[in-house]
């Protein structure tokens, strides 16, 4: 990280150095999201009349529905509890991938480390 806050601080001394960092964190993130496509996240309609797990990158894996559920439900009140499933599981995938992130990044924060370079080379500096 040294060489990215070197970078974003306006030093562009080692970019060697800073380019293999990079590519040292797009390794980690590729096995990162490898580890994440196989965890299996679920979700639910307020009901609990469907249920949808999908796998750490956002597949869907599996849904369920309860058929006592369904005496209660038209189609289009089914299909709001599966679209209500689906982005509960979503929500569950989002905060995993934050967390994910987090401990890559070693912050608590979605900051982006090249934010002050970035904003430098705009400026022109």
Request: proline share 0%; net charge negative.
């Given at each position: 990280m040294r060489h990215v806050e070197s970078f974003a601080e306006g030093r562009p001394d080692d970019l060697t150095g800073l380019l293999r960092e990079a590519d040292g964190w797009s390794r980690t993130l590729a096995e990162a999201l490898g580890d994440l496509e196989e965890q299996r996240l679920t979700g639910a309609d307020p009901a609990e009349v469907v249920r949808v797990e999908v796998s750490g990158t956002g597949r869907l894996r599996q849904l369920s529905i309860d058929p006592r559920g369904l005496r209660n439900l038209?189609?289009?009140q089914l299909a709001q509890a599966v679209q209500a499933a689906i982005v509960a599981a979503h929500l569950t995938m989002?905060?995993?991938l934050e967390e994910v992130v987090q401990g890559l990044t070693g912050t608590t924060s979605a900051a982006d480390p090249l934010e002050g370079h970035i904003r430098n080379v705009l400026r022109g500096e």
């Open positions: 038209d189609h289009v989002g905060e995993r």
